[in-house]
């Protein structure tokens, strides 16, 4: 189904990013793909292009910024290229007390976990509504579900791309395009090194990002509205009982896993 597809995935060049790229590429589809780091991005398009005889075409941007989103939009249709699958996966957490942290960091975080992948959701989605085909995968996280104690703005953008990526997939609902959501657990990837949170409780078993990734991706193509990954059998007992657990402890709980 993959082949002759063109997917663009951002925040490519490492982690569950890097996987959708190597297992798109491993279905024959060619690629666009974004990150900041040229370097990273050069090696990954060498490295897929000789193993799967597929197009990458790289593009180096910091979806931080504010004009990014447009400007990738610009490039691929100045291109002539043509996306069918939109794979949001560009996005970075941190931890500490809400009051203490640095301002400039929680709102680069909201700019790049909410406002890029939105603003890239409304670029690309009227030329599937066009074309009446595509698949958008939008990475959110298991922290979409509840409230976050020591990590208060990460669990909040996750749960806003959870919430808008589930209600575009009902305004689509008849038409062919789907949107998913994909809920990673702990994952092993730059993610939890870059946020603090490989020193945590939370973060002492992890998935692999290619089981996580693969998850991910066949779920877009079956066009599910959500997907859980890289979750043991034990936690998702646990997700299962949020809705019934009393709101203190869970945040109490919530936090003792996040303190180091």
Not at 63 to 74: F, R, S
Not at 219 to 231: N, S, T
């Given at each position: 189904?993959?082949?002759?597809?063109?997917?663009?995935?951002?925040?490519?060049?490492?982690?569950?990013?890097k996987e959708f790229a190597r297992i798109?590429?491993?279905?024959?589809?060619?690629?666009?793909?974004?990150?900041?780091?040229?370097?990273?991005?050069?090696?990954?398009?060498?490295?897929?292009?000789?193993?799967?005889?597929?197009?990458?075409?790289?593009?180096?941007?910091?979806?931080?910024?504010?004009?990014?989103?447009?400007?990738?939009?610009?490039?691929?249709?100045?291109?002539?290229?043509?996306?069918?699958?939109?794979?949001?996966?560009?996005?970075?957490?941190?931890?500490?007390?809400?009051?203490?942290?640095?301002?400039q960091d929680d709102l680069a975080m909201?700019?790049?976990?909410?406002?890029?992948?939105?603003?890239?959701?409304?670029?690309?989605?009227?030329?599937?509504?066009?074309?009446?085909?595509?698949?958008?995968?939008?990475?959110?996280?298991?922290?979409?579900?509840?409230?976050?104690?020591?990590?208060?703005?990460?669990?909040?953008?996750?749960?806003?791309?959870?919430?808008?990526?589930?209600?575009?997939?009902?305004?689509?609902?008849?038409?062919?395009?789907?949107?998913?959501?994909?809920?990673?657990?702990?994952?092993?990837?730059?993610?939890?090194?870059?946020?603090?949170?490989?020193?945590?409780?939370?973060?002492?078993?992890?998935?692999?990002?290619?089981?996580?990734?693969?998850?991910?991706?066949?779920?877009?193509?079956?066009?599910?509205?959500?997907?859980?990954?890289?979750?043991?059998?034990?936690?998702?007992?646990?997700?299962?009982?949020?809705?019934?657990?009393?709101?203190?402890?869970?945040?109490?709980?919530?936090?003792?896993?996040?303190e180091v």
């Open positions: 189904m993959s082949q002759g597809k063109t997917a663009l995935i951002t925040g490519a060049s490492s982690g569950i990013g798109h590429a491993a279905r024959g589809g060619d690629l666009v793909l974004v990150a900041r780091s040229s370097d990273k991005l050069t090696a990954l398009k060498n490295e897929l292009e000789s193993a799967h005889a597929v197009k990458v075409t790289i593009l180096v941007k910091d979806l931080g910024q504010p004009h990014a989103a447009q400007e990738i939009y610009d490039e691929i249709k100045g291109a002539g290229l043509s996306i069918d699958y939109l794979i949001n996966n560009a996005g970075f957490g941190g931890r500490g007390k809400f009051h203490e942290r640095d301002w909201i700019n790049l976990n909410i406002t890029a992948l939105t603003a890239l959701t409304r670029l690309f989605l009227p030329d599937f509504v066009q074309r009446n085909s595509g698949r958008i995968l939008n990475v959110s996280s298991t922290a979409s579900l509840l409230a976050g104690p020591l990590q208060a703005v990460y669990y909040a953008t996750k749960a806003y791309v959870t919430s808008f990526s589930n209600a575009i997939a009902e305004e689509l609902h008849d038409t062919g395009i789907t949107v998913t959501a994909l809920l990673p657990g702990a994952t092993e990837s730059e993610f939890a090194r870059v946020s603090g949170m490989d020193r945590t409780t939370l973060f002492s078993k992890t998935a692999s990002a290619h089981d996580v990734a693969l998850a991910g991706y066949e779920g877009m193509l079956a066009g599910k509205l959500d997907v859980i990954a890289g979750v043991p059998f034990s936690q998702r007992i646990q997700l299962a009982m949020i809705p019934m657990a009393p709101k203190k402890m869970l945040l109490k709980q919530i936090r003792q896993l996040q």
